[in-house]
């Protein structure tokens, strides 16, 4: 039980640190499902945890991200801005 407990506050950190070093909000929502995924499969061990996990990686991260109604870009060269996400 103690491992499962440790296991979950490692993979909260780890999601947290992974968001934050993407720029864009679709790298860091794909970054979300990813580690989501990772960590549902390592804690539950079935693919339905895996399912479960990238769900509530991917969600958790993109609300945390547009919760200011601000998505951020990356244009054909690059560059990377901030604008009012297009389905808001």
């Known amino acids: 039980m103690f491992s499962i ?10 999601v947290a640190a992974l968001a934050i070093t993407a720029c864009t909000t679709a790298e ?10 990772l960590v549902g499969a390592a804690v539950f061990r079935t693919p339905a945890g895996l399912l479960a996990g990238a769900a509530i990686g ?17 244009d054909a060269n690059g560059h990377i801005y901030t604008r ?5």
């Open 5 to 14: 407990i440790v296991m979950k506050k490692c993979a909260i950190a780890a």
């Open 58 to 74: 991917g969600i958790g991260t993109y609300l945390a991200t547009t919760s200011n109604g601000n998505c951020q870009y990356r």
């Open 28 to 37: 860091k929502t794909a970054t979300g499902t990813g580690v989501g995924a």
């Open 84 to 88: 009012r996400c297009h389905w808001l």
